[in-house]
């Protein structure tokens, strides 16, 4: 299918604005860019109960800001499901800032409370980092689910992009932990640890995100070559320390169709459907990278959204 009108309209108008592109930039300043222009094709912020930013403890004695949302008051009679959320940025940059709009529309069309996981970036925070991070936020609310008004028993995760990888292992650190989880709800991510595809060939430019800013992102992030074979890092073809992936949680996995990452999401579909794992795939026809944040501005992406929110709700048993 040919590229979404108003999806060229926003290619447009980032070519004409000539913006450095991330990889041309320090990180520090490609965080700024970031949560600067975020908001811009964003969707409006749904109203919510409350929302409370949190310090969440991790394994090495540091914390991490996690924000909670509630779109109703909580009932610890009725307690509510819960979708653990990771933003996407490379692991480079992003933050619940950049991504609360979407948060709130998975509250309240989810009907569900999420926790938004802000994992500390690279280049200060290398790999495994950010996995560990992701984890121990999901962890510590399995544990601490009843004092919020939370059902431990009904959660999910998920994530964008980089976000989407941390969802994919925190899935299976989950199974092997005992943590139960209704889905992982992975929304084009990163799977592979060399961009070896088709399309990363066919869509290295002119599609938002660019082979070179890819890599720009892997060269802050990994701490030499070698993470690129960790599983951690590459669920899809990661060797070393890769466990098995059966029995991990259902996955509803979207792609994009003008995404350089399209053909590693559709391949871990792939590969968790031919281990026995419950997989739906969607493949959004005439999309690109980072579509999930343009429901302001492009209509389609309102399909996709709503999408999204009946997995949860469906995993949920509610609705």
Not at 14 to 37: D, G, N, T
Not at 206 to 213: A, K, R
Not at 265 to 284: E, F, H, I, S
């Amino acid at each position: 299918m040919p590229l979404n009108p108003t999806i060229e309209q926003v290619l447009d108008m980032i070519a004409r604005a000539k913006r450095p592109q991330y990889h041309q930039m320090s990180a520090q300043a490609a965080r700024a860019s970031y949560e600067k222009s975020a908001p811009i094709l964003e969707i409006p912020s749904a109203p919510m109960f409350s929302v409370e930013d949190l310090r969440v403890p991790t394994r090495d004695g540091a914390t991490i800001r996690a924000r909670l949302y509630f779109p109703v008051e909580p009932n610890w009679a009725e307690p509510l499901p819960a979708f653990v959320y990771y933003h996407g940025g490379g692991f480079t940059v992003g933050s619940v800032d950049t991504h609360d709009a979407l948060c709130r529309m998975f509250a309240r069309d989810g009907q569900c409370a999420v926790l938004s996981v802000d994992y500390r970036l690279a280049p200060e925070h290398k790999f495994p980092t950010a996995v560990d991070d992701a984890f121990d936020a999901l962890s510590w609310l399995h544990a601490h689910a009843a004092e919020f008004g939370i059902d431990d028993t009904r959660l999910a995760l998920g994530g964008d992009s980089a976000g989407g990888t941390l969802a994919t292992v925190c899935a299976v650190l989950a199974r092997d932990a005992g943590i139960s989880l209704a889905l992982q709800l992975l929304i084009y991510p990163g799977t592979t640890g060399h961009q070896q595809t088709d399309s990363h060939s066919r869509l290295a430019d002119g599609f938002l995100l660019s082979g070179d800013t890819i890599q720009w992102f892997f060269e802050h992030y990994l701490r030499d070559s070698g993470d690129r074979d960790d599983w951690r890092f590459a669920p899809l073809d990661g060797e070393r320390g890769a466990p098995d992936f059966r029995g991990v949680a259902p996955a509803w996995i979207a792609t994009a169709e003008y995404d350089p990452l399209s053909d590693e999401g559709d391949a871990y579909a792939q590969k968790l459907r031919a281990l026995g794992n419950p997989v739906t795939l969607k493949r959004y026809a005439g999309m690109i990278h980072e579509f999930f944040k343009m429901g302001g501005f492009v209509p389609e992406v309102a399909q996709a959204h709503a999408d999204a929110a009946a997995a949860l709700r469906a995993a949920f048993g509610v609705g």
